[in-house]
């Protein structure tokens, strides 16, 4: 099957620090890579689309001067939280597709916690 | 982006089927209907779609009502492990780049009780 492991699995840091998470598809290329966070008790957000070779298109109300999204090659994508402060505590989790194939292959999530 | 509705959260007996519904009423005729679903402090995983026809994986079943306003996702057996949330989404038929997101409504708590 298709796998997406994400690094680290949990991070804590003090605020007014960056933090990057990697999201790596093991076993395929992933044309097109997402982002999304998820607060306590409530559902996924998309924060952006990542193509490889091009810039990430982000959704409404995510700055994308805080969340910097590299998409470097068709196996990595990363997320970088820009001076994190607490209200940027939550849970990332990244996921990945394949040309043709709609189905999305999620990370297992990143926990952050920005004391 | 068509919105899907479902129950808020269902439960059920280990070892006993389950039907999760999803009214999607404003379905469009290009739209797939996907289910992923999350186990707790987990990335979700995808478990079934389809478009017209009903679908069987080695997971569940969908079911998809005729006028396609509706889809049931059937666990045949549930099992302690089936506990998560169970999102149905709708996601365009056109392939490549954003046209592949999805977006996560608050999807089904199921309980499944020993």
């Known amino acids: 099957g298709a796998v997406v492991s994400q690094h680290p699995s949990w991070v804590i840091c003090k605020s007014g620090t960056s933090v990057k998470i990697e999201c790596r598809s093991l076993?395929?290329?992933?044309?097109?890579m997402f982002w999304y966070r998820q607060f306590p008790k409530q559902s996924l957000m998309l924060m952006a689309t990542?193509?490889?070779?091009?810039?990430?298109?982000?959704e409404q109300g995510v700055e994308k001067d805080k969340f910097l999204i590299n998409h470097a090659s068709l196996t990595l994508s990363t997320l970088t939280v820009t001076s994190a402060h607490p209200e940027d505590s939550s849970f990332y989790i990244c996921?990945?597709?394949?040309?043709?194939?709609?189905?999305?292959?999620f990370g297992p999530g990143t926990r952050l916690l920005v004391l | 982006d068509a919105k899907t509705t479902q129950p808020n959260s269902m439960e059920s007996n280990e070892e006993e089927p389950v039907h999760l519904p999803c009214n999607h009423s404003?379905?469009?005729?290009?739209?797939?209907i996907h289910w992923y679903r999350q186990l707790p402090s987990q990335g979700p995983e995808y478990v079934i779609h389809g478009l017209t026809s009903n679908v069987n994986n080695r997971m569940a079943s969908l079911a998809i009502a005729e006028d396609r306003k509706s889809s049931t996702l059937i666990l045949h057996r549930a099992t302690l492990r089936d506990a998560a949330v169970y999102y149905c989404?709708?996601?365009?038929?056109?392939?490549?780049?954003?046209?592949?997101?999805?977006?996560f409504g608050k999807g089904t708590l199921l309980t499944v009780n020993p």
């Open positions: 076993d395929f290329q992933a044309t097109t």
């Open positions: 990542s193509n490889e070779g091009s810039k990430a298109t982000y």
């Open positions: 996921s990945a597709t394949r040309s043709g194939v709609g189905t999305q292959y």
């Open positions: 989404i709708l996601r365009p038929l056109n392939s490549g780049g954003s046209n592949y997101k999805l977006t």
């Open positions: 404003t379905i469009s005729g290009t739209d797939y």
